[in-house]
């Protein structure tokens, strides 16, 4: 019996990643660092998952000098909730519906993702103007656990604020890492890549589809799970 769906955020509620890419260009000219991120780079970035992850990384790769990288990733978010608050992103095609049908079916709502809080409050007042906490029961952030994805931590972080069984839960997905740490914490996952995510693997997934809308909503992932446990 499915009874929660629990979504990740960048790439699978939006097309967040490339407001993330320019809001750390933004930070890194604000900070007099002669750095930019193309969009080849940030692909590649990716597979680090968590923005002060990534930019670790990035510093150990090109042999920077000592940055405090909390405090470039604060300044990264500051930057990023005051791009979203401009305007100029949505919803991808099918995951409004696919909310409203999930609440309309008594279904509950989550979020698991390794971006922080203050990023899942700006997407859900640009996208809802409402508080995230409105529109999903529990909300499980990267800055919540050691681990992030493809570890299960989140996911794991999410079942236990719902207080139900993975496989009571559906997990939607956009990458790679994500569909790991579902798996890994014992949940079906569908998943629909998102622009940056388009061409990795995706073996273990419940479905894969182009878009959200190809799941023919909440029916159609019953469907999908009752397929598997037929």
């Known amino acids: 019996m499915l009874e929660a769906l629990?979504?990740?955020?960048?790439?699978?509620?939006?097309?967040?990643?490339?407001?993330?890419?320019?809001?750390f260009n933004?930070?890194?000219?604000?900070?007099?660092?002669?750095?930019?991120?193309?969009?080849?780079?940030?692909?590649r970035l990716l597979t680090t998952t968590g923005g002060k992850e990534r930019i670790a990384r990035f510093i150990a790769e090109i042999g920077a000098a000592q940055i405090d990288i909390a405090a470039m990733h604060r300044a990264?978010?500051?930057?990023?909730?005051?791009?979203?608050?401009?305007?100029?992103?949505?919803?991808r095609p099918g995951i409004g519906a696919l909310i409203d049908q999930a609440?309309?079916?008594?279904?509950?709502?989550?979020?698991?993702?390794?971006?922080?809080?203050?990023?899942?409050?700006a997407l859900a007042l640009a996208v809802w103007d409402r508080p995230a906490g409105e529109m999903f029961e529990v909300i499980a952030a990267g800055d919540e656990v050691?681990?992030?994805?493809?570890?299960?931590?989140?996911?794991?972080?999410?079942l236990a604020r719902?207080?139900?069984?993975?496989?009571?839960?559906l997990a939607l997905e956009d990458s790679r890492n994500g569909l790991a740490a579902a798996r890994a914490a014992g949940?079906?996952?569908?998943?629909?890549?998102?622009?940056?995510?388009?061409?990795?693997?995706?073996?273990?997934?419940?479905?894969?589809?182009?878009?959200?809308?190809?799941?023919?909503?909440?029916?159609?992932?019953?469907a999908l799970i009752m397929g598997q446990t037929a």
Do not use: Q
């Open 26 to 43: 933004d930070t890194f000219s604000a900070a007099n660092l002669d750095r930019h991120w193309s969009v080849e780079d940030y692909r």
């Open 146 to 158: 050691d681990r992030k994805k493809p570890a299960p931590d989140v996911y794991l972080l999410a």
């Open 187 to 222: 949940l079906a996952c569908v998943v629909s890549p998102s622009t940056y995510t388009v061409g990795e693997d995706f073996t273990g997934a419940l479905g894969v589809r182009a878009g959200f809308t190809e799941f023919d909503g909440i029916s159609g992932l019953n």
């Open 103 to 121: 609440r309309a079916a008594g279904l509950r709502l989550a979020v698991a993702t390794t971006t922080s809080r203050p990023n899942v409050e």
């Open 76 to 91: 990264k978010t500051d930057r990023y909730t005051a791009l979203m608050a401009e305007g100029g992103i949505a919803l």
């Open 162 to 169: 719902l207080g139900l069984p993975a496989a009571h839960c």
């Open 6 to 23: 629990i979504f990740d955020v960048d790439g699978t509620l939006a097309e967040t990643e490339e407001l993330h890419r320019r809001a």
